[in-house]
């Protein structure tokens, strides 16, 4: 498979020090080394000590096959709203779940999008979840295509974010703040708890609008964790509307949390740039505030 890089600078350094200052893993840098994966400065095969003296792009090729996935492909719908040769950020709609598990194998969110790449004749990439979402939560996903992207996009969680958008249930006692309630999945269900022992879980919230019976907030993660938004506010006694599993109200009726992945930034190693993309609120959010 081949890369692009870009070096915006024109600052001179080893190509060594430009690919640590990138963050490239040491794993990869010896692969080059091996000559396992090859550099090139326009038609000039480059070493791990040969000089960048100006900005421009680097051409990498790893010479190692991609590994095989076992993912079905389905030609389920999807909604692509990015994608190049090493990412895809789909719009998955609730009642799909991200990847593959024991209640369904093959037609998930990663299922649909193996169908997808393949239909362009695309047979030698891959399909990595990177933020996945619940079957019931709709909205931005980011999905690697091989396993370059998937590792090195890793290096900066530090700028990846994920802005939610959140129907709760009542009124919040204060209109922003931050949850900091740690989280243990509970033994007797699937359910995750708030408890001493449980792994750290910042959420940070804003509200946006007030209804009769419930809020619109913006929720921004600072931790990962599962369930961590519909966890935080049933703590709170604040529910999201339609969660049954967590005794949001109206769950028989709407089949759904409502809780969407509405925008989500990430910064993209092989281009140097940040990007952004947004997520418009399902219909149900409106329908459901003003019923």
């Not at 600052?11 to 091996?34: D, W």
């Not at 129907?167 to 740690?182: E, K």
Request: aromatic share 8%.
């Amino acid at each position: 498979m081949e890369f692009k890089i870009i070096k915006r600078d024109t600052k001179p350094q080893s190509l060594r020090n430009f690919l640590t200052a990138k963050k490239m893993s040491g794993r990869l840098q010896t692969k080059i080394r091996r000559g396992l994966v090859e550099v090139y400065w326009g038609q000039e095969k480059l070493t791990l000590t040969s000089k960048l003296k100006d900005a421009g792009e680097l051409r990498l090729i790893t010479l190692e096959p991609e590994a095989s996935q076992a993912i079905t492909a389905s030609t389920g719908e999807i909604k692509v709203v990015y994608e190049d040769s090493n990412y895809l950020v789909a719009d998955k709609p609730a009642g799909l779940a991200s990847v593959p598990g024991p209640s369904e194998t093959s037609d998930t969110l990663a299922n649909r999008i193996k169908g997808y790449l393949l239909a362009q004749g695309l047979n030698d990439v891959a399909v990595h979840v990177l933020t996945r979402l619940d079957y019931n939560t709709s909205g931005l996903v980011l999905v690697a295509k091989n396993s370059l992207a998937q590792g090195w996009i890793s290096a900066y969680q530090d700028q990846m974010i994920k802005e939610y958008r959140a129907l709760v249930s009542g009124h919040l006692a204060q209109a922003s703040g931050r949850l900091d309630f740690p989280l243990q999945k509970d033994s007797d269900s699937f359910r995750q708890i708030v408890t001493a022992a449980g792994k750290k879980a910042l959420t940070d919230y804003w509200l946006l609008e007030s209804y009769p019976k419930c809020q619109l907030v913006k929720v921004i993660l600072q931790t990962g964790r599962t369930h961590q938004i519909r966890a935080h506010f049933a703590h709170l006694g604040h529910p999201l509307v339609g969660d049954e599993l967590y005794g949001g109200p109206r769950a028989q009726e709407l089949g759904r949390q409502l809780l969407h992945a509405h925008k989500l930034s990430f910064y993209d190693p092989f281009s140097g740039q940040l990007r952004s993309l947004t997520s418009s609120l399902p219909e149900i959010f409106a329908q459901a505030c003003q019923s």
